[in-house]
């Protein structure tokens, strides 16, 4: 019987999904390129882009494989299929679960079937009956219980290298006078050039939109950096802006690499003795246990989660998002010129940067996370909404993460070499030169001193905040500065 297998944008990948059980001689291959999708936001150019090459090489690798793969542009995703479906007298529509709550209903509504999705390495159902048995969902719990059940870093039953985790290891400071790997230049074709031409862009070396670009980068990562993951995955540096990093989210949130592959290679490196444990432990906790439990705390917690706002926020978003010209913040300024520049930074300035500055600022979460998905290589709804609603703006009360991740311009200065050319100060939190983050740090926790006072893991901050002395010009210099950053001053 005929069949119509719909491969969306990020299900490419020859050995998963609904392409695990395809007949060559009788199955259509449907990939849909959605003007809905293409148009529908002010995306960053270089993402799209991504997205569009990506998967346009997929169907042509289909095709010399003799796959019959019918790739059409379309109003929107359901109307494309049923276009197909149309053509090949009403066969049916298959494909594996689809990665957001909003596919998921207008696939269901024209009557896709679905098969398990297995892009991940965890089923949704095992992790649901893991979040069920839990009072609170930490994330480490479900990681120790990952490495177990995948039998990874492992040694019998016990934690290879003795400790389920490195983390005090892994704190350090960006290193000074250091060299750092050249970064891998992924060459452009026929496709690439064609697509970019249609998006009038052009975009840089830095994203494969190939399987054999995606698995040189994770060749690459193995061999330059992974050794020195571990250490420096927290830091930030003026002179890198890539640090250790693996620059792999975006081949494995499109199919292009699967999670199995890139553990294989890293748990491959350090058996082989390439790698010491803080880094191979750091990078498999990042993969098998964040990666795993975000995509599971997003389909745990349902459609509605994306819609919390539990500390009320209603500022807009600050102009500095959209323009790193509306800010002499040089960390700030730094990230968003680095995003615009190529769609990523690491997690830190996403956690510690932005989100942080959200928070504190009382920007409202669902704009900041429209943003945020705009403008990321890598952002997909799975990914994104528990990263900012949950961990990043602490929008849902705590439900995720039982604190908020706030902090002063301390921090930022410890971990990263951007404050030495600031016209700011870190240290300080009144007065013209004080650090924005520091003075809105203490700003925000005297707004919900109220409501942190009940969460035992902020009162050592509340305790802090009541023995301030300077309270008053505090939050005198805090309305200055939220006014300066609505108007791209500060
Ligand atoms: C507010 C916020 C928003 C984020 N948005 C996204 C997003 O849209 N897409 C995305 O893939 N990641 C997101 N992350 C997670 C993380 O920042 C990126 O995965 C990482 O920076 C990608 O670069 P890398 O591949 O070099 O990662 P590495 O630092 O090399 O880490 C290896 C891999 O671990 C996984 N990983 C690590 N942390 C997380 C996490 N918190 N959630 C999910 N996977 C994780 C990624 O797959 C990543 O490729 C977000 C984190 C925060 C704090
Ligand atoms: S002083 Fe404050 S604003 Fe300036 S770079 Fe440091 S943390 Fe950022």
């Not at 693996?246 to 890293?266: D, F, Q, R, W």
């Not at 996403?350 to 600022?361: C, E, G, Q």
């Not at 520091?438 to 707004?447: G, V």
Request: hydrophobic share 40%.
């Amino acid at each position: 019987m005929q069949r119509i297998l719909y491969i969306p944008f990020d299900q490419l990948h020859r050995d998963y999904g609904v392409l695990k059980g395809a007949d060559k001689s009788t199955d259509v291959i449907a990939i849909i390129e959605s003007q809905a999708m293409v148009t529908g936001a002010n995306w960053h150019p270089e993402r799209l882009f991504f997205l569009i090459s990506s998967a346009r090489h997929f169907a042509k690798d289909l095709r010399d494989e003799g796959f019959t793969v019918d790739y059409r542009k379309a109003t929107n995703t359901p109307t494309g299929l049923q276009e197909i479906q149309k053509e090949h007298k009403g066969a049916p529509i298959i494909c594996a679960e689809q990665s957001s709550f909003r596919l998921t209903e207008k696939l269901t509504a024209i009557d896709a079937e679905f098969i398990p999705n297995d892009f991940f390495l965890t089923p949704r159902d095992l992790f649901a009956s893991w979040a069920d048995s839990q009072k609170s969902y930490l994330m480490e719990n479900f990681y120790r219980k990952q490495r177990v059940r995948l039998n990874i870093l492992m040694e019998g039953d016990q934690p290879a290298g003795g400790a389920w985790n490195f983390d005090k290891d892994n704190r350090l400071p960006p290193p000074k006078n250091y060299t750092w790997p050249a970064y891998l230049e992924h060459t452009r074709d026929e496709i690439d050039t064609e697509v970019a031409k249609e998006l009038k862009m052009s975009p840089t070396t830095t994203w494969a939109t190939t399987r054999k670009g995606a698995l040189a980068q994770l060749d690459y990562f193995i061999k330059h950096h992974f050794a020195h993951f571990g250490p420096y995955e927290d830091a930030m540096a003026l002179d890198s802006w890539s640090l250790h990093h693996s620059l792999l989210s975006p081949y494995m949130n499109n199919g292009l690499l699967h999670p199995a592959e890139v553990i294989k290679a890293a748990e491959k490196a350090f058996k082989a003795g390439k790698v010491p444990i803080e880094s191979a432990e750091a990078f498999v906790r990042q993969i098998i246990g964040w990666r795993e439990y975000v995509n599971g705390m997003y389909w745990f917690l349902g459609p509605e989660y994306r819609n919390h706002n539990q500390l009320q926020a209603t500022r807009k978003l600050l102009p500095l998002f959209e323009d790193p010209n509306k800010t002499q913040m040089n960390c700030i300024k730094s990230t968003v010129t680095d995003i615009n520049d190529r769609a990523w930074v690491h997690h830190i300035p996403r956690l510690m940067l932005l989100s942080n500055l959200a928070l504190v600022t009382g920007t409202n979460p669902q704009e900041f996370l429209e943003w945020m998905r705009r403008v990321f290589i890598d952002a997909t709804d799975w990914v994104m909404v528990p990263n900012v609603i949950g961990m990043g703006v602490h929008a849902d009360g705590g439900l995720m993460m039982t604190k908020p991740y706030a902090a002063g311009g301390a921090y930022i200065s410890r971990m990263s070499n951007y404050c030495k050319g600031c016209i700011y100060n870190p240290k300080l939190r009144t007065g013209d030169t004080a650090c924005p983050f520091t003075t809105l740090y203490w700003d925000f926790l005297d707004r919900h001193k109220e409501t942190f006072a009940k969460n035992h893991r902020m009162s050592k901050q509340v305790f802090g905040l009541n023995r301030l002395s300077d309270l008053p010009e505090l939050k005198e210099r805090a309305q200055e500065v939220l006014e300066g950053l609505e108007k791209g001053l500060i």
